[in-house]
């Protein structure tokens, strides 16, 4: 079901800090692969069938070679043979507003080009704590363009699939009840959060009081008959201090029974975090902490407590996983929205952290039969000077201007090919 896998979560890394931060943030991941995919809605958009005809590697991403005049007023067609993948945090928006070259971007990848081809594209980000569609409806307001629910993924929703195996969860992070509303949605039958457990019993977090909206949403338990089969932690906590609180208590339970403490400290129940970005990038200069943060924090204060090594276990990128059912929700994305039935050459991912963006891209392309591209973008938590942790294959300074390298890139071979051809 799992696989094990050694990872750092250090965003970016000055050259001489990287050891210490990566031995610091070591630990396993997991990844349940997921079944499910969302439905999309859009209309039909006629293929691109000649970008297709002839592929030839570009052996470096440096290649400038002359590429075709694009015409003055081309019709406009969509790409069957290549796809876009973008990161958001970073990429297209920052504290909540857009990248300026992000508005841009997305019309060029819309068709507002010399090509006149428009491309598919999804988007794949570790943020989350609200429902897909609400995400879509902020993303589409964002960016001045409609996001279907069918080409987006974010960090807790592979998450979907774990309300088979656990039936009541203890689930953290997000604003109000909004993390609650999407577990539910995901089909878990019984959904707790730590102000569930507050509201039951205010001294457990000594310093945290409920505000009276949080009061009046959260729910009074009977602790004696609550067992807790497993703790998700779908979004960043808002209260660091209760929420590592209150799953320090789950896990040093026998089994999960919420009124019990274990003396051996290795029966509590898995924790899943549905990312392991350590830092992420918002409007502030400098790099935010991120979930994998808290993560590092909870697994050290677990083992200073207990004297034992907590392994904890995440979705989102860089995980394997997430990439897989990336490659489902694009499949479905090209059929539903293009009627293109069939997988592209070519997968641009488009990422600005190094440890997740990147390295997922890189790891899956090595064992995937698509060519999955990574262009690392210098708007989010990499910082121009930093040797990035893991290599892309091509940098660019905006998300504009790695959407122009990859159709440009596309055209290129694609001239290469008709004129390989003759
Ligand atoms: O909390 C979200 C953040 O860690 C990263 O989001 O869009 O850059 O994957 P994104
Ligand atoms: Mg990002």
């Known amino acids: 079901m799992a696989t094990a896998d050694e990872r750092t979560g250090i965003p970016y890394q000055r050259d001489g800090m990287n050891a210490a931060r990566a031995e610091f943030y070591r630990g396993p991941n997991m990844v349940i692969p997921p079944k499910h995919l969302m439905a999309s809605t859009s209309d039909h958009i006629p293929k691109l069938s000649d970008m297709n005809q002839h592929q030839e590697e570009v052996s470096s991403e440096e290649d400038n070679s002359p590429i ?128 569930d457990i507050i509201k039951t019993r205010h001294d457990t977090t000594p310093f945290r009081t409920l505000t009276d909206e949080e009061y009046e949403s959260s729910r009074l338990l009977d602790l004696d008959k609550i067992r807790i089969e497993a703790v998700f932690v779908f979004a960043d906590s808002r209260d660091w201090a209760g929420d590592q609180q209150i799953i320090l208590d789950c896990l040093m339970t026998e089994d999960g029974w919420l009124n019990t403490r274990s003396k051996t400290f290795n029966q509590g129940p898995p924790v899943f975090f ?101 262009i690392l973008v210098k708007t989010g938590v990499y910082q121009d000077g930093a040797t990035p942790r893991y290599k892309p294959r091509m940098t660019c300074n905006t998300v504009f201007d790695a959407v122009k390298f990859a159709i440009e890139r596309e055209h290129r071979k694609n001239s290469k090919g008709e004129l390989g051809s003759d």
Not at 285 to 295: D, N
Not at 300 to 306: G, R, S
């Open 68 to 195: 075709n005049t694009p015409m003055p007023n081309p019709p406009t067609v969509t790409s069957d043979d290549f796809a876009l993948a973008f990161d958001i945090d970073g990429v297209l928006i920052k504290g909540g507003q857009p990248i300026p070259e992000a508005v841009d971007a997305m019309k060029y990848i819309n068709g507002e080009n010399p090509y006149g081809v428009k491309v598919p594209y999804i988007f794949l980000t570790n943020g989350g704590g609200k429902t897909e569609k609400e995400r879509c409806l902020d993303l589409s307001r964002q960016l001045d363009l409609d996001v279907d629910p069918g080409q987006f993924i974010c960090g807790h929703t592979p998450m979907r699939d774990m309300a088979e195996r656990y039936h009541t969860v203890l689930v953290v992070g997000g604003e109000g009840e909004k993390c609650r509303i999407v577990a539910e949605g995901y089909g878990f039958k019984d959904v707790i959060t730590p102000g």
């Open 274 to 374: 549905s990312h392991t970005d350590v830092v992420w990038s918002t409007s502030h200069e400098h790099s935010r902490l991120g979930m994998g943060a808290l993560r590092a924090s909870l697994e050290a204060v677990y083992q200073a407590l207990t004297g034992k090594k907590l392994n904890t276990m995440a979705f989102g990128k860089p995980q394997i996983g997430t990439y897989q059912f990336a490659t489902r929700l694009l499949q479905e994305w090209r059929k539903e929205s293009c009627g293109i039935d069939r997988s592209p050459s070519t997968v641009y991912f488009i990422g600005d952290t190094p440890e997740s963006d990147i390295r997922g891209t890189n790891e899956f392309n090595e064992i995937t039969d698509n060519d999955w591209f990574s």
